[in-house]
């Protein structure tokens, strides 16, 4: 059997998400919206008789006031100005002061394991973890451009401001990849 090319591969993921989302939309659009009507309870049967209302009855009891009741503080995510790489990055920074990125290609084998070495390097380390997919061009371009000449990195390890803390080539065990987290926290 022949190998296929990573364009081949990426047409038919391409192609196979479009015809699922393709039927997801033919599926959930053919359902109409309920009726503001048809929430209410069905009348009661003629057959039941409601029973009649107790007279109301008037109790004077002193009322407490209650204390004011304090809204939990909102979670204040810092604003960082775009680093230069894909989105996704941006977002990672924002959560996390030091994030681990893998890059891969999507089914290899070794570089499938070595996302799992830096994912559990990163958690050891107490940085944020993303891997991006080398096969998109635009996040290609993106960390080719953002890396200035350096050679094909791995693994980066990026501080909160987008600058590189660490790029590093092949495989990294997840000791290395905690301890780089480690030193490039603040």
Not at 5 to 27: E, K
Not at 68 to 97: E, M, N, Q, S, Y
Not at 108 to 115: N, R
Not at 162 to 175: P, Q, S
């Amino acid at each position: 059997m022949e190998k296929l090319s990573p364009q081949v591969r990426i047409f038919a993921l391409v192609a196979a998400l479009a015809l699922v989302g393709g039927l997801l939309f033919v599926y959930t659009s053919g359902r109409g919206s309920v009726a503001e009507g048809e929430l209410a309870a069905p009348p009661a049967s003629p057959a039941v008789a409601k029973p009649a209302k107790a007279p109301a009855v008037h109790k004077t009891t002193a009322v407490k006031p209650k204390a004011p009741v304090k809204a939990a503080p909102k979670k204040v995510v810092p604003k960082i100005p775009p680093t230069g790489f894909p989105l996704a990055v941006d977002r990672a920074l924002a959560r996390h002061k030091v994030v681990v990125v893998s890059l891969v290609v999507p089914g290899s084998h070794v570089d499938e394991l070595a996302a799992g070495e830096a994912k559990a390097g990163a958690k050891l380390g107490g940085a944020g973890y993303l891997a991006l997919n080398v096969l998109n061009e635009r996040v290609a371009h993106a960390v080719l451009a953002k890396l200035d000449g350096l050679k094909e990195p791995s693994l980066l390890v990026l501080k909160r401001s987008g600058e590189v803390a660490l790029a590093l080539e092949g495989f990294v065990d997840r000791e290395t990849v905690a301890q780089a987290a480690a030193n490039a926290a603040p």
